[in-house]
């Protein structure tokens, strides 16, 4: 019996002694698991918010475009996510990092007033190519902001001699105008519509995944180019969010130099602010446009406001 009864103390010992083991084990990977996404919620949006300052610089100024390179440690995916809501609207970055072979997953978001970043709903790599170039309006309403993958590779295709030469001047790697014999590359395709992209400079859109995007003027339709469709008409509706508040500054700032001098520049910006405000799509530009090309004409002279 006392054989017996030891044995059985012994089993019970070693039973007890693997549950707690077990419940410290768990509790061990449980606190490891949670420390790990803490910090790797941490460092995405400490990575979102270092993207939003390298973007900084590519305010153009006066400058026609300007253009920089990013690379990250690891495998990362930018999101572009863009709302309408309050004056401006608000851009939104998101950023997911492979971390084990498994994408993070984070709710943080890393939101901007006055940036505009056209690129598809995500990009992904450890490189990217990102460059800017001004939309005016007539007025220069903000610099656009584009990013691409440098695994992702644009071929343009039949473009105009403007295009050919300002993507030789940008210089930047995963873009070409001349030799497309690349096999992977995405093709836009000015004349035709064998390509991927498709571009119809006539009637000013750009036609991708099946949908038409209306653009006016270049830095619109690299936008569309480079954009996730929903993208790019949320961003839109943004900039002429922007035109029509800008517009209203300027009416202000004709009405007090026509009070302080003899300028009187007869602008109809509040024309054009109730334009940009009644755009409901891409589509709807070219309406806009032909107010932005009577208040253009009309800043001709002495008097210019911008």
């Not at 153009?60 to 990250?72: A, D, H, I, R």
């Not at 863009?82 to 970055?93: A, K, L, S, V």
């Not at 589509?283 to 208040?295: A, G, Q, R, T």
Request: hydrophobic fraction near 35%; include cysteine; proline fraction near 2%.
């Amino acid at each position: 019996m006392k054989n017996k009864r030891g044995y059985l103390q012994i089993s019970f010992a070693w039973l007890f002694a693997i549950i707690v083991g077990g419940i410290i084990l768990f509790l061990a990977i449980f606190l490891s698991t949670k420390l790990i996404r803490t910090e790797q919620t941490s460092i995405s949006a400490q990575t979102g918010k270092e993207i939003g300052v390298l973007l900084n610089p590519l305010e153009t100024g006066f400058e026609v475009w300007k253009t920089t390179s990013l690379s990250l440690p690891t495998e990362t995916r930018i999101y572009n996510k863009c709302n309408n809501n309050g004056i401006f609207g608000r851009q939104i970055i998101q950023i997911s990092q492979k971390s084990f072979d498994k994408w993070t997953e984070t709710d943080i978001d890393i939101g901007f007033s006055n940036k505009y970043i056209f690129s598809e709903e995500y990009v992904e790599g450890k490189n990217f190519y990102i460059f800017s170039k001004p939309f005016e309006f007539p007025f220069k309403v903000s610099d656009l902001i584009y990013i691409t993958s440098a695994s992702e590779k644009y071929c343009f295709i039949d473009a105009p001699s403007h295009i050919k030469e300002e993507i030789s001047v940008l210089n930047q790697k995963n873009l070409f105008a001349e030799d497309c014999s690349d096999s992977e590359s995405i093709k836009i395709c000015f004349q035709g519509e064998n390509c991927e992209i498709n571009i119809d400079s006539y009637s000013q859109y750009v036609e991708k995944d099946g949908k038409r995007l209306y653009f006016e003027g270049d830095a619109l339709m690299y936008a569309a180019v480079f954009s996730e469709p929903d993208v790019y008409e949320c961003q839109v509706k943004r900039l002429m969010q922007r035109v029509k508040n800008l517009a209203l500054l300027y009416k202000d700032k004709a009405n007090f130099i026509s009070q302080k001098s003899d300028c009187q520049s007869n602008l109809d910006l509040l024309k054009l602010s109730n334009f940009a405000d009644a755009l409901e799509s891409s589509k709807d530009l070219s309406s806009v446009s032909f107010i932005v090309d009577e208040v253009k004409e009309q800043n001709k002279g002495v008097c210019k406001l911008w």
